[in-house]
């Protein structure tokens, strides 16, 4: 069995006490003795309300009067001495433990039947039970030894309370006068607010209520700052401001009213100081925070007595969500602190912010921000980074600058951090290819329509106001809280509306994220994009199409056919397409604002070419396509539609064009193997020419490269002519694709 370092001094201190008095046993009373030089024994009687100096007196005139004296003699162990060490034993073992602490020791004394040890106990009213109860609930870290000759109650009181306060809080204002912490910049009004809610008579207390990062604690430590400036009322002169740490008072608490004697203390510490102001950040957390199950006695109901004696003022910060979730609810609680919103700063307040913060990053950095790099952070980190809020998403990524160009410059030179930096940071953060958050982005839309004509073929009207539609969007003269398009492709299948989509995202550097609508044609598929209801199985899990553009909020959403899918996933689609947002089954909002929003559709494309009944004009026209949108789409969803973009039908010259891409795309796969290849005129002529299918478009050319010519070269890959590389041609003669081996 094991035992702790206070239990290893208590035996070896009681037997050199038994030695230097020349008793001839060592016994309980020596124990019960020498432990009353320890701190955490004499915290533990005097909560039991003993007299530890009567209780020494009496001990010590009975080890001098009844225990008998052998002079140059080892003392043995009595009897009683050696039942406690085994009674504490088996009461340590009982308890499932494996190390014997100073309780244990001190509770196997009230087990023996004659001892004075236990006698003294009990006639200062110490019972075994609060005894026990204290010893295990002390805050002492380390077994501290009292002086007996010097040991002062009143100052030792003052330190435990010292010591306690010290433990579970954090003095703001002390924080604040010894380090160099962040500046407050701008939020006067705010602050001017806080001050007056604290200089009141009654409900003193305001509580700070915004979003994550939008500076809650900043505006408490600037309010520190200004204590100590003196540059506050009357009422909050000399004032300190601590910050409780709700986390630590819970760690550690075993038993029913550990916690709540615990938080009683430390308030009751902080009391006593002349203008206590406590800080309770996350404050939503003390509704239940120490309640057992069942109990209704938490965190929050042990504040609302110091809520009601005014003595201290509290300051608390939350979320709106978990302010409305869990404080809100509590109107005891709410009705006694005054509700001051934080709003997330202006792009233009932001850069200030920065520019105020920018010299305690320069200095930790070693590095000079520009103000072009701080402008940039603040607007690019805005508009690229949707699920944080201002200033504290532009701080990290001025933050994450410096960083990087001190890890990749080991000198001791002060490097400039200009936008290009910035931009390589915000790139690498938020997962966009660089060229996007660059001004190159300018440049790809410059060339977006010639790329797309290049490997698009026959299209150009359909390309033509695609390009429009993004170019309208980047040049921001589309509504703000909209997609940057959202475009319905219809047309016949395999004439290209998919490949414009990858072009597009292969031309701009952006993600392509694509849904095939044909998997969501059931009445209860719309809860798989956002995520199924509370109760369901899949709940916890959140939505595809909500997760993904979370992860990548600047892309291309592809829906392909979406006329397959169910209504009420074009229901949903219409929050998108209207407010550019998207809340899935948690609440959360996934931004779609740096979305391109391409849904592709078949819909009326089969009866294009078919003829009518009777007389006239007898060939059906692009017409049947708006009829049939019409009746596939409600009013609502077409009316959110950029542009509804027809697609031609695949025609001679568009098949010898893609005839020529298809093969150019073959020849350098086969350079990758050292192949070099030719085609033959007749091969792109013959391609063109059985491949031309208003059924199947484009695909029944890439069928015929795929069915027709590529077997061809299947055998001498692998096991012939070709295995190592080499140089052929391929040409048509009567119909049939002929391969030539150099």
Sequence with gaps: MNITNIVNEVILNAYEEAKTNNCEYVTVEHLLYVSLYYCKVIDSLKECGANIDE???????????????????????????QQVIIIANAQVKSCGKNVIDIEHLLAAIYSLED??????LLDQGVTKRDLVYNLGNSIEEEYEVADEAYYDYDTEEEIKSESMIDKYSLNLTELVNSTKSDPLIGREDILDRTIQILCRRNKNNPIHIGEPGVGKTSITLGLARLIIEEKVPDKLKKAEIFS???????????????????????????????????YIDEIHNIVGAGALTG??????????????????????????????????????????????????????????????LKENYEKYHNVRYTDKSIESAVILSNKYINDKFLPDKAIDIIDEAGAYVRMSNNNEEKIVIDENIIEKILSKVCNIPKETVENNEINSLRNLEKVLKRNIFGQDEAIKEITRCIKMSRAGLNEDNKPVASMLFVGPTGVGKTEVAKNISKTLGIELIRFDMSEYTEKHSASKLIGSPPGYVGYEEGGLLTDSIRKNPHCILLLDEIEKAHTDILNVLLQVMDNATLTDNQGKKSDFKNVIVIMTSNAGAKDIGKNFVGFGDRCMNS???????????????RNRLDKVVKFNHVDGDMAVNIAKKELEKFKQKLNQKNILIDFKSSCVEY??????????GAREIIRVIDSKLKPLLVDEILFGDLSEGGRCMVEVVNEEFKLNIF
């Design 55 to 81: 209780l020494k007196n009496n001990l010590k005139i009975y080890i001098d009067e009844y225990i008998s004296k052998v002079d140059d003699f080892e003392p043995l162990e009595s009897v009683a001495f």
């Design 115 to 120: 001892s004075y040890a236990k006698y003294y």
């Design 244 to 278: 409780l740490d709700i986390g630590s008072m819970l760690s550690g608490t075993k038993y029913r009213g550990d916690f709540e004697e615990r938080i009683k203390k430390v308030l009751d510490n902080i009391k006593k100081h002349e203008n206590p102001i406590v």
């Design 295 to 356: 109990s209704s006695l938490d965190a929050s109901n042990l504040l609302k007595p110091y809520l009601l004696d005014g003595k201290i003022r509290f300051i608390g910060a939350s979320t709106f969500d978990e302010y409305k979730k869990y404080f809100e609810k509590d109107k005891a609680l709410n009705r006694r602190f005054q509700k001051i919103e934080i709003k997330e700063p202006t792009i233009i307040e932001a850069i200030e912010i920065l520019k105020g």
């Design 623 to 637: 017409q049947a396509i708006d009829d049939e949108v019409k009746k596939i789409f409600s009013p609502e969803f």
């Design 687 to 696: 391609i063109s020419k059985t491949g031309v299918s208003k059924e199947f």
